[in-house]
């Protein structure tokens, strides 16, 4: 069973920018999609970005033209780039691979995730 681990995150002001890094204990070569998710306090988790092996990228409308995802599959990592933070952006942020793009069931165990606090 692949794991997933998420790092990156920390305090931001608004208007800061974070990259985020998901690394993958195993090959991800063959994974259709890859893609982040978030989950803000008391808020469902939702999935904020998907890239696929053929790197077509997909975002939510929240983010859409702030973030950007990216993979290496060489490496077994995903990136999330993310510009012109929002205090609406704030939450915990995971990876995982979503088996459509509902986003609601997902190929791998969740993992720790990496906190995103954007606040002056």
């Known amino acids: 069973q692949v794991q997933l681990v998420e790092s990156g995150g920390g305090l931001v002001q608004p208007g800061g920018s974070l990259r985020l890094s998901c690394a993958a204990s195993g090959s991800i070569f063959s994974i259709n999609i890859m893609g982040w998710y978030r989950q803000a306090p008391g808020k469902e988790r939702e999935l904020v970005a998907t890239?696929?092996?053929?790197?077509?990228?997909k975002y939510a409308d929240a983010v859409k033209g702030r973030f950007t995802i990216s993979r290496d599959n060489a490496n077994n990592m995903v990136y999330l780039q993310m510009n012109s933070l929002k205090p609406e952006d704030t939450a915990v942020y995971y990876c995982?691979?979503?088996?459509?793009?509902?986003?609601?069931?997902?190929?791998?165990?969740w993992g720790q995730g990496t906190q995103v606090t954007v606040s002056s």
């Open positions: 995982n691979a979503p088996l459509s793009y509902s986003g609601n069931l997902v190929l791998y165990s």
């Open positions: 890239i696929t092996s053929g790197l077509n990228t």
